[in-house]
């Protein structure tokens, strides 16, 4: 099983980018997918959340109003969509899920470490 991340590059402050997470091997399915970064010299904090049984979306207080967690059953993706895009969102963007069900309210206001699979990040720089 794997989770893949991609779509990050640069953007002026005020911008907008979407990252992609598209999850494969999951024989029954993932659990749920969960967003976080993490900045040079920072420790790594959760972004956003999405729950696969009923498609509930949690988020960081920082990025509330910002971002916004979506999926695409029919791809197995999951997208974080961007928006208002300030310096200090400038960061490395992981996606992460588990073989067991986790509660996104929990794990959105962590830095992840009980989630087993993890893909390899993308990397976001707002700057102009």
């Known amino acids: 099983v794997q989770l893949q991340a991609s779509g990050g590059g640069l953007v002026q402050p005020g911008g907008s980018l979407r990252v992609s997470c598209q999850a494969s091997?999951?024989?029954?399915?993932?659990?749920?997918i969960a967003w976080f970064r993490q900045a040079p010299g920072k420790e790594r904090e959760g972004v956003a959340c999405?729950?696969?049984?009923?498609?509930?979306?949690f988020y960081a207080d920082s990025v509330k109003g910002r971002f916004a967690v979506s999926r695409d059953d029919a791809k197995n993706t999951v997208y974080l969509q961007m928006n208002n895009l300030k310096p200090e969102d400038t960061a490395r963007y992981f996606c992460a899920t588990d073989n067991s069900p986790f509660p996104c309210v929990v794990v959105v206001n962590s830095a992840g470490a009980g989630l087993d699979i993890w893909g390899k990040g993308t990397q976001v720089t707002v700057s102009s």
């Open positions: 091997g999951f024989r029954h399915g993932y659990k749920g």
């Open positions: 999405i729950e696969t049984s009923d498609g509930r979306t």
